[in-house]
C-alpha cells in the first residue's frame, strides 16, 4: 500500500530535506521515527529537496508498506520526531502515485524584514536597505514572461531540462516583512534564492529592468545574484491532481501561519 506523508519543518537545524550520510536531515529524522514505530525500515521518497536551513510549510514524501497505516500512528510519529518537525496527514494513495513526478506545481515564499528582531533571526534575512517597490513589482512580473531559467539554475545539478512555467511572482507587504511569492511547475536548484537576490538589486536601483531581464536570456548563472541566505525560503505548497490526492486534503498553509495565525 502507498502513502502520502505530508510534513512541515523548520530547516534550521538540517543539512537539508533529503537524507545524505554523516548528515542530520529531514528525511533521515522521519525515517529514523518509523523505523522506531514499526521495526523495520521504511525507505521515503521525497517531493522537493530543499536546501540545508530551507524551511517548508508543507512537503510530501510517499512511501510503501505490506499493512493498513494504523490510526494512532501519527499521534506517535509526532510524539518521537523532534519539535521542528511535524507530519501534518498520512494519506493513502494510488499504488503508481509518487510524491515527485505527479505534482503539478510547487509554491515558494521568501521572507525579508527591515526592523531588528529577534524573533525571526532564523526564518526571514535581515535587509535594511531602502528597497522601491514598484520596481521589485515590475522584475517579478516579467519573470512570467520566460521560461528557460539557466541564469538562475546553480551548476552540476541533476536537472533534464531548466524550462520553467511560472503562474505567480509577485512580492506583498506583511506587517514589517516583504514576501516574494512564486509559483511555478518545477524550480530548479537555488532558483529561488537565485531570483529574490537579483531582483533585490533591481529594488536597490543597481540594476535596471532591461538588465535584469537581460540576466534571464543570458541562460548565464555567473550573472545572478546567488547570495541570499536560505533561512527565509519556504516551500509553502505542493499540489497534485485531485486523482491523486483529493482537493481538502491538499489545502494551502497560510502565510500568516509565523505570526501564530492559521
Same mark, same amino acid.
Not at 529537496?49 to 490510526?71: C, K, M, S
Not at 513526478?101 to 509554491?107: K, M, P, V
Not at 509559483?183 to 536601483?205: A, E, I, Y
Given at each position: 500500500?502507498?502513502?502520502? @506523508?505530508?510534513?512541515? !519543518?523548520? #530547516?534550521?537545524?538540517?543539512?537539508?530535506?533529503?537524507?545524505?550520510?554523516?548528515? %542530520?536531515t529531514?528525511? #533521515?529524522?522521519?525515517e529514523k521515527a518509523l523505523a522506531t514505530i514499526f521495526?523495520?525500515?521504511?525507505? @521515503? &521518497? #521525497?517531493?522537493?529537496?530543499? +536546501?540545508?536551513?530551507?524551511h517548508a510549510l508543507q512537503n510530501y514524501f510517499h512511501f510503501d508498506i505490506d499493512f493498513e497505516w494504523p490510526g494512532q500512528t501519527l499521534y506517535n510519529l509526532n510524539?518521537?520526531?523532534?519539535? +521542528?518537525? %511535524? /507530519?501534518?496527514?498520512? &494519506?493513502?494513495?494510488p499504488d503508481n502515485a509518487h510524491c515527485r513526478?505527479?505534482? /503539478?506545481?510547487?509554491?515558494?515564499?521568501?521572507?525579508?524584514y527591515f526592523l531588528k528582531n529577534p524573533f525571526l533571526i532564523e526564518t526571514a534575512w535581515f535587509y535594511p536597505y531602502k528597497l522601491h517597490i514598484e520596481a521589485l513589482q515590475e522584475a517579478a512580473s516579467s519573470i512570467r514572461n520566460y521560461t528557460n531559467f539557466t541564469s538562475f539554475s546553480k551548476r552540476n545539478t541533476q536537472a !533534464? &531540462?531548466? @524550462?520553467? &512555467? /511560472?503562474?505567480?511572482?509577485?512580492?506583498?507587504? +506583511?506587517? +514589517?516583512?516583504? /514576501?516574494?511569492?512564486?509559483?511555478?511547475?518545477?524550480?530548479?536548484? #537555488?532558483m529561488v534564492r537565485g531570483l529574490v537576490g537579483t531582483m533585490l538589486q533591481v529594488g536597490r536601483g543597481t540594476l535596471s529592468l532591461y538588465n535584469f531581464n537581460n540576466i534571464i536570456e543570458a541562460h548565464d548563472c555567473t550573472k545572478a545574484n546567488f547570495s541570499t541566505p536560505a533561512k527565509?525560503?519556504?516551500?509553502?505548497? %505542493?499540489?497534485?491532481p485531485s486523482s491523486i490526492l483529493p482537493p481538502d486534503s491538499q489545502k494551502r498553509v497560510s502565510l500568516s501561519v509565523l505570526n501564530g495565525k492559521r
Amino acid at each position: 500500500m502507498r502513502y502520502f @506523508l505530508e510534513v512541515s !519543518y523548520k #530547516g534550521t537545524n538540517y543539512a537539508g530535506f533529503q537524507i545524505q550520510k554523516n548528515a %542530520v536531515t529531514v528525511q #533521515g529524522e522521519i525515517e529514523k521515527a518509523l523505523a522506531t514505530i514499526f521495526r523495520l525500515n521504511v525507505n @521515503l &521518497t #521525497g517531493a522537493s529537496r530543499t +536546501d540545508a536551513g530551507v524551511h517548508a510549510l508543507q512537503n510530501y514524501f510517499h512511501f510503501d508498506i505490506d499493512f493498513e497505516w494504523p490510526g494512532q500512528t501519527l499521534y506517535n510519529l509526532n510524539a518521537i520526531l523532534p519539535n +521542528d518537525i %511535524v /507530519i501534518k496527514a498520512v &494519506t493513502h494513495v494510488p499504488d503508481n502515485a509518487h510524491c515527485r513526478f505527479h505534482a /503539478i506545481s510547487r509554491e515558494y515564499s521568501y521572507y525579508i524584514y527591515f526592523l531588528k528582531n529577534p524573533f525571526l533571526i532564523e526564518t526571514a534575512w535581515f535587509y535594511p536597505y531602502k528597497l522601491h517597490i514598484e520596481a521589485l513589482q515590475e522584475a517579478a512580473s516579467s519573470i512570467r514572461n520566460y521560461t528557460n531559467f539557466t541564469s538562475f539554475s546553480k551548476r552540476n545539478t541533476q536537472a !533534464y &531540462t531548466n @524550462l520553467c &512555467t /511560472i503562474t505567480k511572482s509577485n512580492w506583498l507587504h +506583511d506587517n +514589517d516583512r516583504l /514576501i516574494y511569492n512564486v509559483k511555478s511547475n518545477r524550480f530548479l536548484r #537555488g532558483m529561488v534564492r537565485g531570483l529574490v537576490g537579483t531582483m533585490l538589486q533591481v529594488g536597490r536601483g543597481t540594476l535596471s529592468l532591461y538588465n535584469f531581464n537581460n540576466i534571464i536570456e543570458a541562460h548565464d548563472c555567473t550573472k545572478a545574484n546567488f547570495s541570499t541566505p536560505a533561512k527565509g525560503l519556504f516551500l509553502t505548497a %505542493v499540489e497534485y491532481p485531485s486523482s491523486i490526492l483529493p482537493p481538502d486534503s491538499q489545502k494551502r498553509v497560510s502565510l500568516s501561519v509565523l505570526n501564530g495565525k492559521r
